[in-house]
């Protein structure tokens, strides 16, 4: 077929995924299960997105930065605590936190009932983290902040060392009528 008669070819349209309550990918680290809604292989790596379960008292990741990618998070149920640097956010259910590349950021479900966030990742490539650290979970490795950084390499990630003495400030609560806060 030359070039003119292929440009001229009808044009298949891009499939619509639909993944159900029972579908997609769990990855479990620990008191959060986790599961992938998206991956990116249909979006042409541009976004992944994933639901988050948070055990009661369950921390999340050593608090980091992203290179090259920015992460959304969307309370469903729940508080969380993000910290973002040496600021925390206590948000709760319809609250979205944004974070852009090179902030300093982590979260935790530090109340008593469990906690939902829907996260996004642009683009996806963060979504492998999350595999990584399953798999070294399932070969035995505990996922110590060795563990956890030499992931977090190899997706434009590192440990934002800085922050690691944790927070110093007052929690900063967010409003009743706002949706902003931050963190993974």
Do not use: C, W
């Not at 003119?4 to 990918?25: F, I, N």
């Not at 976004?47 to 998070?73: C, K, M, N, W, Y």
């Not at 590349?101 to 490539?125: I, Q, R, Y």
Request: a negative charge; aromatic letters at 6%.
């Amino acid at each position: 077929m030359t070039e003119e008669v292929k440009s001229r070819a009808p044009q298949t349209a891009p499939a619509v995924s639909v993944v159900g309550p029972g579908d997609g990918e769990t990855i479990v680290l620990g008191t959060t299960r986790m599961r992938v809604l998206e991956d990116g292989s249909r979006t042409g790596h541009r976004l992944a997105i994933a639901e988050s379960v948070l055990a009661p008292h369950t921390q999340g990741p050593p608090q980091h930065r992203h290179g090259l990618h920015d992460e959304g998070f969307y309370v469903l149920s729940g508080a969380l605590r993000f910290t973002v640097g040496e600021r925390e956010h206590d948000v709760v259910a319809g609250t979205f936190v944004l974070v852009p590349p090179g902030v300093p950021h982590t979260f935790a479900n530090v109340g008593d009932e469990p906690a939902v966030m829907l996260s996004t990742f642009t683009p996806d490539l963060y979504v492998q983290y999350f595999r990584d650290l399953q798999e070294a979970l399932t070969g035995g490795r505990a996922l110590t902040p060795a563990v956890n950084a030499e992931a977090m390499s190899r997706y434009a990630t590192e440990p934002a060392t800085e922050a690691a003495a944790g927070p110093t400030a007052a929690p900063a609560t967010a409003p009743a009528t706002a949706s902003a806060a931050d963190a993974s």
